[in-house]
Antibody, heavy 123, light 110 residues
Framework: QVQLQESGPGLVKPSQTLSLTCTVS??????????WSWIRQPAGKGLEWIGR???????NYNPSLKSRVTISVDTSKNQFSLKLSSVTAADTAVYYC???????????????WGQGTLVTVSS | QSALTQPASVSGSPGQSITISCTGT?????????VSWYQQHPGKAPKLMIY???NRPSGVSNRFSGSKSGNTASLTISGLQAEDEADYYC??????????FGGGTKLTVL
């Protein structure tokens, strides 16, 4: 059973960089045709896809966040990470990591999600 | 990219059927059969209910079904049950090699 767990600071100051890590257990992050995504949800609002990384290291980002986002993977630790620079209060949200399946056989979906971690941007 | 458009709320009585719509553009919903639906209870992570427009993952009740026509996808829940009360989000792959979600729909079981 695959499990994902987010970790990182719960409080970040405005203009600084938000850094989160997602640890994957129950399977190797580098096996299979999976993308590893970050998704966020401000309190009381909808979900927003931030970006993803493939096991090869290739990335795709939300065009509206692209200039501030970096997603990387550390296969030796079975982790992938998110960095969001120049944060403002608008970046306050619950941040989820998720596994994305994207194959013609298995479909295109997010099948496993972390429990989410709240990050507040405030001085 | 703009969020997909969903009604803010829908409601229905136990046993009834409801449908939630999800409207996008030809660059997302209309261009790909990669629409999925997620159920989210308060304080919980989203749960996959439908993928690739109309496919149900193992373990999801057959009361949940999905469809698509043009730029609009739909989720139908039949035989409403109290446990179905939750927020529902649609999602679509886009021509920018990205994903976009809907704004979410709050389902109330009366």
């Amino acid at each position: 059973q695959v499990q994902l767990q987010e970790s990182g600071p719960g409080l970040v100051k405005p203009s600084q960089t938000l850094s989160l890590t997602c640890t994957v257990s129950g399977g190797s992050i580098s096996s299979g045709s999976y993308y590893w995504s970050w998704i966020r949800q401000p309190a009381g609002k909808g979900l927003e896809w931030i970006g993803r990384i493939y096991t090869s290291g290739s990335t795709n980002y939300n065009p509206s966040l692209k200039s501030r986002v970096t997603i990387s993977v550390d296969t030796s630790k079975n982790q992938f990470s998110l960095k969001l620079s120049s944060v403002t209060a608008a970046d306050t949200a619950v941040y989820y990591c998720a596994r994305e399946v994207s194959t013609m056989v298995r479909g295109h979906l997010f099948d496993y999600w972390g429990q989410g971690t709240l990050v507040t941007v405030s001085s | 990219q703009s969020a997909l458009t969903q009604p803010a709320s829908v409601s229905g009585s136990p046993g009834q059927s409801i449908t939630i719509s999800c409207t996008g553009t030809s660059s997302d919903v209309g261009g790909y059969n990669y629409v999925s639906w997620y159920q989210q209870h308060p304080g919980k992570a989203p749960k996959l209910m439908i993928y690739d427009v109309s496919n149900r993952p193992s373990g999801v009740s057959n009361r949940f079904s999905g469809s698509k026509s043009g730029n609009t996808a739909s989720l139908t829940i039949s035989g409403l049950q109290a446990e179905d009360e939750a927020d529902y989000y649609c999602s679509s792959y886009t021509s920018s090699s990205s994903w976009v979600f809907g704004g979410g729909t709050k389902l109330t079981v009366l």
